[in-house]
């Protein structure tokens, strides 16, 4: 995947059947990028699934209805997706970069499901390296994509969920957002400020009973891992230090089966061996 690749946000949301648990998945098109900041399963196949698959996975396996896919969605792959799951997959083609677009997606999500429950932000792209030597368009894209389409996904769901008095909002955030990575220094300061986002608009709207949290994690074996610089890579996989995308997965599902009055804000999660 390149730096101009982009990512799907994962909604998941309640039908009116009690217990009953879908997923959607949005794809993020534009020019030039089809692919997700998925994140593949580390070993055998590095396209078996992503955080949102696994998440998917997590809730299928608590005894609600599940949907799965590959780390490559394009409108093709999220149609073979609902052919093969059935209702379980609402695929949504959007591209978040451009305005209408992007407010489209709750209306969307609404048409299909009358309610939303919770919202993972999943989406955003990479640009790493030296700053003396990252491309500005490549700059406003990512910015666009990390922070400002999260602003905007969030801003669009909350009278929603507040009107309703519950909601769970997730965002992915990175490892990168806690230290000052010095190889990465675009992509870091865009899970500094998603960071800051999540913890200030949780402080206006637990008032409401939603729930606010982001997930940081460390390297995991992923289809981002392309834009590493490359003897980073070799030095994490040298050492083992990756994480699987299920470990990710299970401890997102961990913060959304808390009891509704505990809110998990902040998970950060590395593997023993990176020395970070």
């Given amino acids: 995947?390149?730096?101009?690749?982009?990512?799907?946000?994962?909604?998941?949301?309640?039908?009116?059947?009690?217990?009953?648990?879908?997923?959607?998945?949005?794809?993020?098109?534009?020019?030039?990028?089809?692919?997700?900041?998925?994140?593949?399963?580390?070993?055998?196949?590095?396209?078996?699934?992503?955080?949102?698959?696994?998440?998917?996975?997590?809730?299928?396996?608590?005894?609600?209805?599940?949907?799965?896919?590959?780390?490559?969605?394009?409108?093709?792959?999220?149609?073979?997706?609902?052919?093969?799951?059935?209702?379980?997959?609402?695929?949504?083609?959007?591209?978040?970069?451009?305005?209408?677009?992007?407010?489209?997606?709750?209306?969307?999500?609404?048409?299909?499901?009358?309610?939303?429950?919770?919202?993972?932000?999943?989406?955003?792209?990479?640009?790493?390296?030296?700053?003396?030597?990252?491309d500005t368009i490549a700059i406003d894209r990512m910015l666009n994509l990390n922070v400002n389409v999260v602003m905007k996904n969030v801003h669009d769901v909350l009278p929603h969920m507040i009107a309703r008095g519950t909601g769970d909002i997730i965002v992915t955030s990175s490892l990168a957002a806690h230290f000052p990575t010095p190889w990465e220094p675009v992509y870091a300061s865009s899970k500094w400020a998603v960071n800051c986002f999540v913890q200030t608009v949780r402080r206006q709207v637990f008032k409401h009973g939603i729930r606010v949290g982001s997930i940081s994690p460390g390297p995991v074996i992923s289809a981002l891992l392309a834009d590493w610089p490359p003897e980073k890579l070799e030095e994490a996989k040298a050492a083992g230090s990756l994480l699987e995308a299920s470990e990710v997965a299970e401890v997102l599902m961990f913060m959304l089966t808390r009891p509704r009055g505990m809110t998990i804000r902040d998970v950060v999660m590395l593997p023993t061996n990176f020395d970070l």
């Fill in 1 to 134: 995947m390149s730096a101009a690749e982009a990512a799907f946000p994962i909604l998941g949301y309640r039908h009116a059947a009690p217990g009953l648990l879908y997923w959607a998945y949005v794809v993020a098109i534009s020019a030039g990028w089809t692919d997700g900041e998925s994140i593949g399963r580390k070993g055998r196949r590095r396209d078996r699934g992503g955080v949102g698959d696994w998440t998917g996975e997590q809730r299928g396996d608590a005894g609600r209805r599940r949907a799965r896919g590959d780390g490559r969605r394009d409108a093709a792959a999220l149609q073979a997706l609902a052919r093969q799951h059935g209702d379980a997959v609402v695929p949504l083609v959007i591209d978040l970069l451009d305005p209408a677009e992007c407010a489209s997606l709750l209306p969307k999500v609404l048409e299909n499901t009358g309610q939303l429950d919770i919202l993972h932000a999943n989406a955003g792209i990479y640009v790493g390296g030296d700053l003396v030597d990252a």
